[in-house]
Structure formats: structure tokens, C-alpha cells
């Protein structure tokens, strides 16, 4: 057996070619890394991309690589695992190319639960064509299209991941490895597929969009980090939390110790529970802590494991394929 | 030749005709295409040569008695070879008024019209547009016409077994398929067993059919009909000895795909999202899991042609079908398979365009688009079927010239012969030659650039393979490395190299043949798709009538076979009658600089034979 696989082994000779600062450099490393950590034949990965600044990532992987076309990624990525279900399929996207272009096709990989990780790079911000306001930005975005502000409102991406049936919803930082690297580990680990939504700067044309939630000094405060099973508490000493006001239906943010507020009053987090889930993926800073982490993971068949067995369902009825047989299907008649 | 001119002297009638073209018309919902199809098998088995043409519409149930609402099954069987569904109908069906208003300009002067009385009611006729009865009023005069209380019989006959009236009605159908069956002497077994067979959970609806059915055979016996409507013959064509079966299109393209699939010895992931006519293609291979194929119905004909592409990277073929409307949608990443090189099969069942246009009718208006309709510099091998039977060879060619070169292939069927069926001799598939594909496995000197120094085809690593890992995409790459690059030179001779690729198949394709007629002379009709019937018709009766013509029908319509050019300047005329305003023809006068005449039609039908006769007349007159 050759000697065990390293960062280097899943890096290419190409020049990576992202703008200095780029946040896609630190995902580029850190998933280069933890490719030899998920005892994959580096020969059955395959990463597929569309088109854009994230797109450009399979170049920079040694692994198969296909750059395709733009929002199309989900389609080729299935046809991919159609053809062989035994591949192990990442699929790179952006804000742009996933969720505006290649919406349609996003939605029905996550509802067909497809087995592929998806990893969508949001900048909210279209790079590659100089700047564009994304389906992500926020209203009020300036930028060449809009240099008066954009005034439509922004699509959520987790949540819109949720609502399309996905069965595992994830939200990780770009430059933060620590934190990505096991989202990464448990979305390659999820059987169906997988959906990873990474906060990535844009130093060009959106610089520090996510500065508040990125400030590791004040992270206890902007941040909600989810673990399954524990209370959802954030701040410097987990003095706050969130807790599902009963009569509203929504969640608020409340103080430990203030106004008679308990530990058993926040709501603790259970990531098979969608309508946690969904309440979860929609809020946002600066209103609420920003959630990280695995905000749903509940598994089921995945699609491409039902297509092959109703196949060999079909062969064991049918018996043996023979196109003479099938030629000769239904009448015949015999011309002496 | 036909039912009319047998029975125009009045005298012994009932005897022996070449010919006849049936229609049958009605709702959409009184089951035409059933009594079509189920009198189509028994005129196979009685052994006429037969062609069928199925003629429905757009709307699923449309309100009854609406003349948009016409569904018709035409069939054209004798005892000579029969290669179209017929220019005039001898015997209309006529299920209702709206049946008899929209059919009866097809039907001969003195054709005879089967008609249901008991649909001939007021409101009938009004949502008809008749404004007196015409079974009545002595405007069918210039026809024979039965006019028949099918309806009131059926009902009679059905009743024994209980069904409800709706039920009941629906057997009207069988019992016009039982008369037919009388007056054309075809045995009733095969429908009774296929009824049977149909209905084995529902007793009662199957026994019903068959009452029906033999109900109206009974009447043919034993009821008055009007002077020279008796059992007319219509002897066993003298055909090729062996098995044989009836087939459509779709049937024919679907055996077609999974028999190349396993000639190149791989499996078939077919792609696909549903539209009219294509979508039988989908539904034929969706039942066909026994072999090497997976089917998806994607969510759109983007996603479909992609799922393919993705397909065929891991190491599948992938094929997507769809028509028109569908393969624009797809023609971005058509050119992404153009551009990564890898094989993918995209079939176009041809319809009425633009746009919606008319989906459920027949045109060849797309060849221009299979050649021409992509970004970039892009081309790609089109070939076309030319019959419903020979889309099975051609699928099988679609697969051979995919895999060995490493390109999309767009292979153009179209509505008429997606569903009309003919008798087909069933080919022995041992006798195929295998073409099976090889993937690279050798890392030494592996690059995803590598190129067959004959073919020129790219090399196909599938994923999965050690030591193989690399990338591709739309982006320009090196020619030699495979790598992403810019280089103005490269671009250039990476153009030219994908161009020679395909201007190179020309060489690995047969030199196009005449299919009847002489190989120089005065004039040949050139043709390509489902016109091969009307076409091969008309040469015949005007190379009967003493004039030189031949006919030459096209298989590649990309890059077309090498000796055409030098065919073709052999006749001194030339005449290009296609379902379009002329597209073929741009390509010929474009290509080889032949002043070839057009004859061109755009109205959801096929050919009719006289009039392409007629285009040869005049070009030959004109010629003079």
C-alpha cells in the first residue's frame, strides 16, 4: 500500500488564479486537507462546478474535475452519480451561479436528495462579471447594475436549501478551518445531499459583508454556534440565548436571569427537527446571533440508491436482457 | 387501384383491389388510435404491406364534438409496397360531425363514409358547423355513405354485461373496428385476444369489447348496405421471407439505443424531459431496465442534457431527446460537449415550430438548427431516419459515431414517424458488428488532451480509473496538456482540430447510394426523413411513366457523405422537396453550388405522393 495521501497529493500544477485576499483560498486548503482524512480513493472524487469565482475550484483539485456551465452543476453532478453511484461527487457553487441562473436545478438536487455535497460560496456578489448585485445581497446593494441600490429583496440560502426538501443544511465562515472542517467532514458524511452554505468574502467588490459576524473578538456575541442536543446560548459567558416565544411562534433573544429567565426556557437545538430548522436558517445579524454550524441533518434513502434498486428489482422479474427478445416483442408474423 | 375505381362501374364489386387508404376519425376520446392500431395489426397479419399515419390532437379531451377535438388514424395497405400512409382516403370513418366536416376534403370522389347517426344530434352539428344533417341532406351525394345507429347497437350489444352507459359508449370504437374488420375480410383474433389480455382484471369491459366487436362484424354480414359496398380483398403483398412485426419510430429508436449501447459495450444513462412527440422515446426506454440503461426525467430539458453530459464524463453514454423547443434550451451545453469532447446522443423528434407551433403535428424545420443552432464555433455529425424502422439502424449509427469520435451526435426523427408504424423485417442482432469503446487506463503519458491520431476523438478517462485524475471544462484548453489556456494560436488550431474531427466522419460513413433510378441523368429528387415514402412513390410511378429520375435519400445531413457532391452534379436537375421552407436545399446549393429546386410544405402533413409527382412533372417541363 503507497504511503497514506496529503494536502500536496490533492493540489494541482495549475496557478490558482482568485484575487489576493480571496476567501476561496482558505476553502481551497482547508478541504485540500481534509481530503485524506475521508479515506476516499482520491481516483472516485469528483468535484463539479458551474460557473463564476467559485466555479474555478476544480481546476485546483487533483482529483476528476469538471468546470461546466453556468447554474448547471446540480444536473451534471446527478448525471454524474447516475452513472456511477460508487463516485464520491462535491459540487462548488456560488450565491449567483446556485441560487439565481441554476436555481431551478438547486432546488431539485436538494428534493431529490441526490448523494453530493454541495458547497455554496456566498459573497452575495457576482465576482466574475465585475460586481453585479447577487440574489443574496442585501437591499440597498450598490454596484454597477444598481448604482442606486438594489431594491429586490434577498433569497436566504439555508432556508431556501430547507424548503427544497434538503435533508442536511449546514452554514460555516470561510477562513475559519476549525469550525469548517468538521462541517465539511459531516456533510461528506451525510448519505443523500448535503448542503453547506460558506460565508465567503469578496475583497473586490463586497469587502467585509460579513466583517460583523467575522470579528473573532466579538464572535461570542454575533455568533450562535449549534450542537445538537445542547441550549442554544451565546455571549461571553452563555449569559444569553434564544427561546421560542409560544405565543408569537417566533424565536427572541433573552438574558439568563432577566425577567425570570431559566436555562429550561431557551430552546435547545435538534438538528432532525425541520421546524427548528427553519426558524433557525432565517435569522440573522444584527438582530439575532448569527447561526453556524449543522442546522438540519436528517437522513433518508438517497436518490441514486433507489434508481439502482428499482433496476434490479425490474431484473429479477424480467429475467435476463436480450435485444433479440425485445425485437421480437408482441406480434410476429412469419412471411414464408 | 383504389376502393372508387374498383366500384365506379357498379358491377362486381366486392372483388379484388392493390390498395385502399382507411381512415378512421372521431373525439379524441372515442379511441381512434386503439381501432387504428388494433386494424393495423390485423392487416399486418393478413399479410398487406402497410403504412399507418396517426393524426391527434393537441388538446388530451377535447369538449365532444368539437371539430379541434378530431383524432384520426389513417392506414394505406395493399398488395404492392407500400411506403406512405396514403394521399386520398377510400373509406372515412366518421365517429361524428365534426369527424365528417374536418376529413371529408381527404376522402375520394365516390369514397365511402361509415358514419354513427346517433352522434349526428343538434348540438353535434352545430359545434360542427353544419346547419342542416348531412347524413340527410343530400350533400354527400357525390359519396357512398352507411350511416349506421352504431351507437343504439352498441349499447344493445353491451348490455348483458352490466356496464354503465359511459362505459358502454366507449365500445363504439370496437364495434366500427368489427365492421372494417368485415368489409376488408381481416381476422378478428388477434384484437379479441389483445382485448382480453388488456382487460384480464376487468372481465366484463373485455367481454363487452369483444361483443362489440363481433357485433359489428355481424352487421357487415347480415345488414343491407347500399349497392357496391361488399368484402372487398385486398391480396398479401409479396414481401422478403421472414419475421416480421409492426413498429413505430419510437419503438424502433428506443431497441436502437440499447442495441448500440451494447455494441459499444456500455451502459446508457437517457436524460430527458416530456414533450410532444418525444416523449415515447422516454417512456419506451423507462420500461426497459433490464438492460443497461437509467432513465431520468429531469426537471427541465436543461437539466436533461446536462445529467447526460455529467453521464458520459463518469463513463457512461448519455443521451437526452426532446423536440424543437427542447434542443434550444439545450444548445448551451451542447457546445459544452463540444468543447470537453465528450460522446452524448441528443435526439430531436421533429414537430410544427415555431415555438409551440403545432406539437402534435409533423415537420422537418429543425436540420438547420441540428447543423448551425449553437454558440461558438461548434459542429457536430447530424444523421436523420428516414423511416419508423430504420430508426433503429440509425440510433445504432447515432451510438457508433458518439463513442468513436468522441462527439455529440444529433440524430433528427420526427412526429410522423415517432408514431406511425410499419412492418418491419426483424433484423438477427448477432449479425451487428460490436464497436466497443475503449477507456484509457494507462497513467504513462496520459493526458486529458490525448487525441486517436485517425479519429482524432478525445481520449475518454472515465473517474474512477487511478492515476487518471483530471479536469475538464468549457474553458478553452491546451491542445497538448489539456490545461486551461488563453493562447490566441492554441484557440485557432483547437478550432480547426474539433472541425477536422468531425469533417473527418465523411470518411467512416458509406457513399451515399441511389435508392431507385439511375446513378447520372436527368433528374434526381433528393430527400431526406419521413418524405423517404411519398418520395420513393412518386420516382416510382414517374419512372413508370417512362421519365428518368432517381431518387437519393440522405442519412448524414452532417458532414454528408463524401461522393455527394460529385452524385449529385451527375443529374441534370434536381429537386429537394422537404417539410420546410428549404433547408436541405441551402445546404446543397451552399455546399456543392447545384441550382437544386425546391418543393416545400408547411402544413403539419406529410408529402402526399401526387404532389411531389407534380413538382417532377413541372421541373422536368421547365427543364425543357
Request: proline share 6%.
Amino acid at each position: 500500500m503507497n504511503a497514506p495521501l496529503t494536502l500536496k497529493d490533492y493540489e494541482t500544477d495549475q496557478e490558482v488564479r482568485w484575487c489576493p485576499g480571496c476567501g476561496d483560498y482558505a476553502i481551497l486548503k482547508t478541504i485540500q486537507k481534509l481530503m485524506p482524512t475521508l479515506n476516499v480513493p482520491k481516483e472516485n472524487t469528483v468535484f463539479v462546478s458551474g460557473i463564476g469565482c467559485s466555479s474555478r475550484f476544480p481546476y485546483y483539485m487533483n482529483t476528476y474535475g469538471f468546470h461546466t456551465i453556468h447554474g448547471r452543476a446540480p444536473s451534471i453532478a446527478t448525471g454524474v452519480k447516475l452513472a456511477n453511484p460508487e463516485l464520491d461527487v462535491w459540487m462548488v457553487t456560488g450565491d449567483g451561479d446556485g441560487l439565481s441562473i441554476g436555481g431551478n436545478h438547486m432546488l431539485h438536487a436538494l428534493r431529490r436528495n441526490v448523494d453530493l455535497q454541495i458547497l455554496l460560496f456566498n459573497n452575495e456578489i457576482y465576482g466574475l462579471t465585475k460586481g453585479q448585485y447577487s440574489p443574496t445581497s442585501k437591499v440597498g446593494t450598490k454596484s454597477p447594475s444598481t448604482p442606486d441600490g438594489s431594491i429586490d429583496q434577498p433569497l436566504d440560502p439555508a432556508a431556501f436549501a430547507l424548503g427544497a426538501g434538503a435533508r442536511f443544511v449546514a452554514r460555516g465562515i470561510d477562513t475559519e478551518a476549525k469550525s469548517l472542517t468538521p462541517l465539511l467532514a459531516r456533510a461528506h458524511a451525510h448519505k443523500g445531499t448535503s448542503f453547506v452554505e460558506i460565508y465567503q468574502n469578496c475583497p473586490v467588490y463586497n469587502d467585509g459583508i460579513f466583517d460583523l459576524v467575522k470579528d473573532k473578538k466579538n464572535a461570542a456575541n454575533t455568533r450562535l454556534v449549534l450542537e445538537h442536543g445542547e441550549p442554544m446560548l451565546f455571549g461571553t459567558d452563555n449569559e444569553k440565548g434564544i427561546r421560542l416565544n409560544m405565543k408569537t411562534l417566533t424565536l427572541e433573544v433573552v438574558t439568563l436571569g432577566e425577567e425570570g429567565v431559566t436555562l429550561d426556557d431557551i430552546l435547545v437545538h435538534d438538528e432532525t427537527n425541520i421546524t427548528i430548522a427553519q426558524m433557525i436558517s432565517r435569522i440573522h445579524s444584527p438582530d439575532f446571533p448569527e447561526p453556524f454550524g449543522v442546522i438540519y441533518c436528517n437522513p433518508t434513502r438517497a436518490f441514486v440508491d433507489d434508481v439502482y434498486s428499482q433496476r434490479i428489482a425490474v431484473r429479477e422479474t424480467k429475467g435476463a436482457a436480450d435485444v433479440n427478445a425485445i425485437l421480437r416483442g408482441g406480434h410476429t408474423w412469419t412471411v414464408s | 387501384m383504389s376502393v372508387v375505381e374498383e366500384v365506379s362501374d357498379e358491377v362486381d364489386v366486392g372483388k379484388k383491389i392493390t390498395d385502399v387508404v382507411v381512415r378512421f376519425a372521431g373525439d379524441s376520446g372515442d379511441g381512434m388510435q386503439l381501432t387504428g392500431s388494433n386494424f393495423t395489426e390485423a392487416t399486418a397479419l393478413y399479410g398487406n404491406d402497410l403504412a399507418t399515419f396517426p393524426d391527434f390532437p393537441a388538446e388530451i379531451r377535447a369538449p365532444a364534438g368539437a371539430t379541434f377535438g378530431v383524432s384520426a388514424f389513417q392506414i394505406y395497405f395493399g398488395s404492392e409496397d407500400v411506403t406512405t400512409a396514403g394521399d386520398d382516403v377510400d373509406v372515412l370513418v366518421a365517429m361524428n360531425p365534426a369527424a365528417l366536416i374536418t376529413n371529408l376534403s381527404s376522402l375520394e370522389p365516390g369514397g365511402l363514409i361509415v358514419a354513427d347517426n346517433d352522434a349526428f344530434t343538434a348540438k353535434n352539428l352545430t359545434r360542427a358547423g353544419y346547419t342542416e344533417n348531412p347524413l340527410e341532406d343530400g350533400s354527400l351525394d357525390a359519396y357512398r355513405v352507411i350511416s349506421i345507429d352504431i351507437t343504439k347497437r352498441v349499447l344493445a350489444t353491451v348490455k348483458p354485461y352490466g356496464l354503465s352507459h359511459k362505459f358502454g359508449v366507449r365500445c363504439k370504437n370496437m364495434w366500427t373496428l368489427g365492421l372494417m374488420m368485415w368489409l376488408f375480410d381481416r381476422s378478428r383474433d388477434a384484437a379479441i385476444e389483445g382485448l382480453r389480455k388488456k382487460f384480464a382484471k376487468a372481465p366484463d369491459i373485455a367481454e363487452a369489447n369483444v361483443a362489440a366487436i363481433n357485433a359489428g362484424h355481424a352487421y357487415g354480414e347480415t345488414a343491407e348496405l347500399p349497392s357496391g359496398v361488399e368484402v372487398y380483398k385486398v391480396p398479401a403483398a409479396d414481401v422478403e421471407p421472414g419475421l416480421y412485426r409492426n413498429i413505430t419510430g419510437t419503438e424502433a429508436l428506443s431497441y436502437g439505443l440499447i442495441a448500440g449501447g451494447q455494441l459499444a459495450s456500455i451502459p446508457l444513462v437517457f436524460a430527458s424531459y416530456p414533450i410532444t412527440p418525444a416523449s415515447g422515446l422516454l417512456h419506451a426506454l423507462s420500461g426497459h431496465k433490464e438492460f443497461d440503461v437509467v432513465t431520468f426525467q429531469a426537471e427541465d430539458e436543461i437539466a436533461a442534457v446536462c445529467a447526460a453530459i455529467g453521464a458520459s464524463f463518469a463513463g457512461s453514454l448519455g443521451i437526452t431527446s426532446s423536440s424543437g423547443p427542447g434542443i434550444a434550451l439545450k444548445a448551451e451545453a451542447i457546445s459544452l460537449a463540444c468543447a470537453t469532447e465528450l460522446p452524448l446522443v441528443i435526439v430531436n423528434t421533429q414537430r410544427g415550430g415555431p415555438s409551440t407551433g403545432l406539437p402534435t403535428k409533423t415537420e422537418q424545420s429543425d436540420l438547420l438548427q441540428a447543423i448551425f443552432g449553437r454558440h461558438g464555433d461548434t459542429p457536430l455529425p447530424v444523421i436523420s431516419a428516414s423511416t419508423s424502422s430504420d430508426c433503429f439502424d440509425v440510433a445504432i449509427e447515432a451510438v457508433r459515431i458518439a463513442t468513436k469520435y468522441s462527439t455529440p451526435v444529433i440524430l433528427l426523427s420526427d412526429g410522423y414517424m415517432a408514431n406511425a408504424s410499419e412492418p418491419w423485417l426483424v433484423p438477427d442482432f448477432d449479425s451487428y458488428e460490436p464497436f466497443p469503446v475503449k477507456f484509457e487506463t494507462d497513467p504513462e503519458g496520459f493526458s486529458p488532451a490525448n487525441r486517436d491520431e485517425d479519429t482524432l476523438a478525445r481520449v475518454w478517462a472515465k473517474p474512477g480509473t487511478p492515476g487518471l485524475e483530471h479536469r475538464i471544462g468549457g474553458i478553452e484548453r491546451d491542445y497538448d496538456t489539456g490545461d486551461i489556456s488563453y493562447e490566441p494560436e492554441n484557440h485557432h488550431r483547437m478550432t480547426l482540430v474539433r472541425q477536422s474531427k468531425i469533417d473527418g466522419i465523411a470518411n467512416d460513413i458509406p457513399d451515399q447510394d441511389v435508392d431507385s433510378g439511375n446513378e447520372s441523368g436527368k433528374m434526381a429528387v433528393v430527400g431526406w426523413g419521413s418524405t423517404y415514402g411519398s418520395i420513393h412513390q412518386a420516382v416510382k410511378r414517374a419512372r413508370q411513366e417512362g421519365k428518368d429520375v432517381a431518387h437519393i435519400h440522405l442519412r448524414h445531413m452532417w458532414p454528408m457523405p463524401a461522393n455527394l457532391g460529385d452524385l449529385l452534379s451527375g443529374y441534370e436537375e434536381v429537386l429537394i422537396p422537404e417539410m420546410n421552407t428549404g433547408q436541405l436545399i441551402h445546404l446543397i446549393r451552399s455546399h456543392y453550388m447545384i441550382d437544386a429546386k425546391g418543393l416545400n410544405k408547411i402544413s403539419g402533413q406529410p408529402f402526399k405522393i401526387r404532389e411531389i409527382e407534380a413538382a417532377i412533372t413541372e421541373q422536368l417541363e421547365n427543364a425543357k
